[in-house]
T-cell receptor, first 107, second 116 residues
């Protein structure tokens, strides 16, 4: 599976948009980009996934660059409950997690 | 709750003992995955099943580890002769594989194992 690169940590003010970047420069043509988050001591929670087009759901938006080498997860109005480790994964079947981005929402 | 469930949630055992964990996937999900997560790291793939067939095993799954899914529903993960290095969170995920649709894995809460 392709490897992804994420910043280890980010802060965001409560109520602002949180933009989490991810590089996946070796992604294959049929591999999806998945985003999960993990709140302390819980199992990973699915957020969103995409292949080529931008995607939006009730939790977040996913912007994938045209060359598919990077993407950005957007939490439009961050709340304190969005504090978590966010994982960007490229692949199909078994998921290969990196160490993710620890997002802290500041009151 | 119709999500993935795991039992027990916590397990403390002494080195050398055997432990078994259970995972109940979301109803009708035909694929079931096991992952292991150590402190400060992301989850690592261990093995997965499609129905009752075990399709892939990671090299992380030593001979002391065995997983089963006998009826294609719940799954068990057994660790024999536990070692302190087995201390980790063991996560289960399930999904449904349908032709032409992209699968999304849904995770359970995990079983946290501490080997003393």
């Amino acid at each position: 599976d392709a490897k992804t690169t994420q910043p280890p940590s980010m802060d965001c003010a409560e109520g602002r948009a949180a933009n989490l970047p991810c590089n996946h420069s070796t992604i294959s043509g049929n591999e999806y980009v998945y985003w999960y988050r993990q709140i302390h001591s819980q199992g990973p929670q699915y957020i969103i996934h995409g292949l080529k087009n931008n995607e939006t759901n009730e939790m977040a938006s996913l912007i994938i660059t045209e060359d598919r080498k990077s993407s950005t997860l957007i939490l439009p109005h961050a709340t304190l409950r969005d504090t978590a480790v966010y994982y960007c994964i490229s692949g199909n079947e078994k998921l290969t997690f990196g160490t993710g981005t620890r997002l802290t929402i500041i009151p | 709750d119709t999500g993935v469930s795991q039992d027990p949630r916590h397990k403390i055992t002494k080195r050398g003992q055997n432990v078994t964990f259970r995972c109940d996937p979301i109803s009708e999900h035909n694929r079931l995955y096991w992952y292991r997560q150590t402190l400060g790291q992301g989850p690592e793939f261990l093995t997965y099943f499609q129905n009752e067939a075990q399709l892939e095993k990671s090299r992380l799954l030593s001979d002391r580890f065995s997983a089963e899914r006998p009826k294609g529903s719940f799954s068990t993960l057994e660790i024999q002769r536990t070692e302190q290095g087995d201390s980790a969170m063991y996560l289960c995920a399930s999904t449904i594989l349908l032709t032409g649709r992209k699968e999304t894995q849904y995770f359970g809460p995990g079983t946290r194992l501490l080997v003393l």
